[in-house]
């Protein structure tokens, strides 16, 4: 399950990128006063490691992490993850992210042990639904971005219910499950009331912990359903008057 309680920042660097990476280097140095030393860098393919990587932590520390080895950075360690090569030694600790597609972000949004982030990215345009997801804090301004929320609460209590009601450590994978869902967001359609897919997506990773690949499968089917599309399913039965509890849902939680 995803570890929701991460700290979420990013840097971009639209000049100096040899300067970018000094300044992830020392962001991951300061966590050595928290007693925090096991580091996890993570980039696309290996590829990345050459050139400024290489030349901020040194060519026999990149030979000896693209040969998956653990290696010393200051007064704690760092292992590499990549889109295909899961962390073999690390456990727990913060992340430093080099210049990442959504694909590599989504596999650092798996990791459980995640305790803090810095994205490191040459535009924060590349990674803007990340930062909705999170609400991510630009570590040199400062400032923090909105988080993408689901704007309907009625719509928040209907996810909220398709999350009470399947395993989130498999999502929608289960047919039941997938019928369900198909069945929560016909009922809103039904009703009128709009659903942002994109919103849902990152609402059940920020807040319930889905994994990111789970969290599409949801994603895919209110964009289905929004389209038009016509789903063949079994099953997954919801009570009669699940929309007026939505609605009771989302009034007591306005109340509060």
């Known amino acids: 399950m995803v570890n929701q309680n991460r700290t979420v920042q990013y840097i971009e660097a639209s000049g100096d990128i040899k300067e970018a990476i000094e300044f992830g280097v020392k962001w991951l140095h300061a966590f050595t006063d928290e007693g925090k030393q096991d580091f996890l860098l993570a980039v696309d393919t290996k590829r990345v490691l050459d050139n400024a990587i290489s030349n901020v932590i040194g060519e026999g520390a990149v030979r000896e992490l693209k040969k998956k080895n653990r290696v010393r950075l200051g007064e704690g360690t760092v292992d590499l993850a990549t889109k295909r090569v899961k962390p073999e030694n690390w456990e727990s600790g913060p992340v ?3 210049f990442p597609s959504t694909d590599l972000l989504d596999v650092v949004d798996k990791l459980s042990g995640v305790s803090d982030v810095l994205v490191i990215t040459r535009s924060k345009e590349r990674i803007e639904s990340w930062v909705g997801t999170w609400g991510a804090t630009n570590l040199r301004s400062d ?33 039941t499950d997938r019928a369900r869902c198909i069945r929560i967001f016909e009922k809103l359609q039904a009703e009128g009331i709009e659903v942002d897919p994109t919103a849902v997506r990152g609402w059940l990773i920020r807040e319930k912990g889905w994994s990111p690949d789970h969290a599409d499968d949801v994603k895919e089917i209110i964009e289905g359903v929004a389209a038009g599309k016509k789903y063949r399913y079994e099953g997954g039965g919801l009570a009669d008057n699940i929309v007026e509890q939505w609605r009771k849902e989302a009034g007591e939680q306005q109340n509060d």
């Open 143 to 175: 400032s923090s971005s909105d988080l993408v929320e689901i704007s309907n609460p009625v719509a928040e209590a209907a996810v909220d219910s398709l999350d009470f009601l399947v395993n989130t450590s498999t999502g929608i994978t289960h047919s």
């Open 96 to 98: 430093l992210v080099a």
